[in-house]
């Protein structure tokens, strides 16, 4: 069985441009979110997918956008980057569905890093 | 009311102490409490949780106190080791909210040799 894998690891993008993050979940999850952690600070829920449907969204402008595919991977879009979009990106996947007690397994992450 | 509070930001403990976390949620929703470890350069990955049935749960050498009225819950590391250096988190979920969970600000643990 394996893991929740992101790519790219790292990515250095410029002020206005627009990224693309991938994230396969774990065999069998078909619940993905996505956090952002800034340094040193706690990770920030972006949204979720479930069943390719979006299923919640945290406090992150429209230009933060997503997919999740019918095999469950899903993608992260930001357009207009901004400087303080440089972050670590997670991605996180749990199966069962939306309980809040549903154990999310997260992958490594994507550094990205705006100029 | 969507924050959770964890405290302290830093902590120090010697090879063998005990290391204590705190945290401190605001929203009543919250059923679901669990605690992530993460090391450098890699995601969070769950160490310990609990739910507001029970005050207590104790996995190995790691024990989460859970506090429903104070709405304060805390993880202790008996016996640290220089491998648990890391930064901890607290999280928080809930049945109006799903699976989304709220971190608190993280721990960064040094155990000293």
């Known amino acids: 069985e394996t893991g929740v894998t992101q790519s790219p690891t790292h990515l250095i993008k410029t002020r206005g441009q627009q990224v693309t993050l991938r994230c396969s979940s774990q065999?069998?999850?078909?619940?993905v979110s996505w956090y952002q952690q800034a340094l040193g600070q706690g990770p920030q829920f972006i949204f979720q997918?479930?069943?390719?449907?979006?299923?919640g969204r945290g406090n992150f402008p429209p230009r933060f956008s997503g997919l999740q595919f019918p095999n469950y991977s899903s993608e992260l879009n930001v357009n207009a980057l901004e400087l303080d979009d440089s972050a670590l990106y997670l991605c996180?996947?749990?199966?069962?569905?939306?309980?809040?007690?549903?154990?999310?397994?997260f992958g490594p992450g994507t550094r990205l890093t705006v100029l | 009311q969507q924050q959770v509070k964890q405290s302290p930001q830093s902590l120090i403990v010697q090879k063998g102490g005990i290391s204590i976390i705190n945290c401190a949620y605001e929203n009543t929703a919250f059923d679901y409490f669990p605690w992530y470890q993460q090391f450098p350069g890699k995601g969070p990955a769950l160490l310990i949780a609990?739910?507001?049935?029970?005050s207590e749960k104790k996995e190995g050498r790691f024990t989460i106190s859970f506090n429903k009225s104070a709405k304060q819950f805390s993880l202790h590391i008996m016996d640290s080791q220089p491998g648990d250096s890391a930064t901890y988190f607290c999280?928080?979920?809930?049945?109006?909210?799903?699976?989304?969970?709220?971190f608190g600000e993280g721990t960064q643990l040094t155990v000293n040799p």
């Open positions: 996180a996947s749990s199966l069962g569905g939306l309980a809040s007690y549903n154990e999310q397994f």
């Open positions: 999280a928080a979920s809930g049945e109006t909210s799903g699976s989304r969970l709220t």
């Open positions: 609990i739910r507001p049935d029970v």
């Open positions: 997918y479930y069943r390719e449907e979006e299923n």
């Open positions: 065999s069998g999850h078909n619940t």
